[in-house]
């Protein structure tokens, strides 16, 4: 999930390696690629996205 000014963007079935020490995910170089060309198409307004519904919270500490 990526928040994009006041939408939020959900892309589904990324894989990932995660750490096992943090949680980090991190991605291979074509899943990264693939990822900015999903985003490129959100900014230009040419991804046809379903609505989801989301709530958002802030963690304070």
């Known amino acids: ?3 994009v000014e006041d939408e939020i963007i959900s892309i589904e079935e990324v894989p990932a390696y995660i750490c096992d020490d943090c949680g980090e995910a991190y991605f291979t170089p074509e899943v990264s ?3 900015d060309v999903v985003m ?3 900014h ?3 991804l046809l ?6 709530g958002e919270v802030e963690l304070t500490i």
């Open 44 to 46: 230009q307004g040419k």
């Open 49 to 54: 996205a379903r609505p989801i519904p989301a």
């Open 33 to 35: 690629r693939k990822i």
């Open 1 to 3: 999930m990526v928040k």
């Open 40 to 42: 490129k198409k959100f």
